[in-house]
């Protein structure tokens, strides 16, 4: 049993839940009502199953995170959130209109409808990005049409606020998109470049102007990269009827560097909506593919490529402070002292940001189970108790991001974030040593001979051994008196 679970007739916050209205990969969507806003309500809760992956959790925090922050005709207005310590949810504005999805199961369409259809959308990612946000989700079920004509973007689990630490790049080294629609950027775990949603919808146009998807829905990691070095086949060898100008705004949008593509969406919205000035290149009269050699040339140049270099942290150069919390039952008087010298560090230092860590420990024997007695999910609530440990130092949201992270060997997880996130210190509590951890060694110790950068560990005394001490000295009896 979930203890998150929403039912029909539920009342949440105000908000009487009603149908459940869609079930997607990430979220559940429910239709609500609330006594202070007279439209229809969107009521979107995460979809936590037996053996989740954490991305589910990960990703609807970042939505939570960016969605309130965006303005305009092109994202759903958001009413409230919720948080993890309590039910998380989005209570946000009903779009009235139809998504893309039916629209692709129609295609082909003529090439002027295809244009009409990609204009709105690169003018809806006009916004977006002018909002600093990358979508990185880019499908036909993620974009509505609006009554009055206008695209609006509807689901932003995988999105990237420019101000923001992004937790999907900080925390997980998988390409992260739907297959059939990810750039090569996103194929290679870069998540910083607003042009891999100019590639996006080049897939989107591409569909809609031949029937067919350009890259076909791969179902592993080494069909993803094929997109790399393979080209697709020209549209206008699918169709013939397909005007050269729009397979040159296909083609540049589909370009596997991003240098090669329209570098705004206004640049290639323009071109959409004035076909007769986009300058036409080889692109545009191609009629097969690369040849293989060409494309053996591409694998070979990708092959040498260096992998990209995390920007989880881009917006400034401030030093990134790891601080990895120990919440376990009966350490509290240590994530205490922890957060007194973390206090310090931050007080005593400049433009820092903040990356608290918490490690849940997976059993290699048994089946490790997702919730607590009472229906919680253990995720969620070192996800909680972090959040609450980390209240009283006062960070501002863009400056401080929360991770738990799932790992059999704590001292392995800790250093292998330090490393991907270019960590400049990591902040510890260290435990009491004793006869057991003397023989088989201790996190923070592992810790402080591996990791890539400053390790600041922070001792306090147990509180309990003290007091024990105390009474043990009390109970010793008095040494005899006039003893010399």
Known sequence: MNSMDVHAGEVIDGYRIGEELHVGG???????????????????????????????????????????????????????????????????????GETLYPTFERSPL???????????????????????????????????IRE???????????????????????????????????????????????????????????????GERPFGVPRSQQALKTRLWRDPVPPRKIRKDIPAWLQEIILRCLEVDPAKRYQTPARLAFALQNPEAVHLTARAEKMQRDSIGAA?????????????????????SGAIVLVAVDLSEGLEYLATALRVHTQRALASAG???LACVNVLKLSAVFVNDPFDREGRNIHIQRLV??????????VATEKISFHVLEHMDPAEAIVEFAENNHADQILMGARGQSNMRRFLGSVSSEVAARAPCTVTLVRAADPRSAKQTSAEAAAAPAPASGAA
């Not at 559940?28 to 199953?49: E, G, Q, R, S």
């Not at 295809?114 to 977006?128: H, P, Q, Y």
């Not at 607003?194 to 569909?207: C, M, N, Q, T």
């Not at 053996?296 to 400034?316: H, N, T």
């Open 110 to 144: 003529p090439p002027m409808d295809v244009a009409r259809i990609g204009a709105k959308v690169a003018t809806a990612l006009i916004d977006l990005h002018r909002q600093k946000v990358i979508h990185h989700d880019i499908k036909p079920s993620n974009i509505m």
């Open 296 to 316: 053996l040339r591409r694998w070979l140049r990708v092959r040498a490529l260096p992998p990209p270099e995390p920007s989880a942290y881009a917006p400034d």
């Open 351 to 353: 433009d820092v940001r």
């Open 385 to 394: 108790e972090l959040k609450d440990w980390a209240r009283p130092l006062g």
């Open 26 to 96: 990430m979220a559940i969507i429910y239709n609500a009502t609330h006594p202070d806003i007279p439209a229809p309500v969107l009521f979107k809760v995460p979809k936590i199953l037996d053996g989740d992956d954490p991305t589910v959790i990960v990703g609807f925090e970042m939505e939570m995170m960016i969605l309130p922050r965006l303005a305009g005709v092109h994202v759903p207005k958001v009413y409230s959130v919720g948080d993890y310590a309590r039910r998380p949810y989005i209570a946000m504005e009903f779009v009235q």
């Open 148 to 210: 009055n004509g206008e695209a609006c973007f509807i689901d932003f689990g995988l999105s990237r606020h420019a101000e923001m630490p992004d937790l999907l790049e900080a925390e997980f080294r998988l390409p992260m998109g739907t297959a059939p629609y990810i750039s090569p950027e996103q194929v290679r775990q870069n998540r910083a470049d607003p042009r891999s949603d100019i590639f996006s919808l080049g897939v989107l146009l591409y569909h809609l102007a031949t």
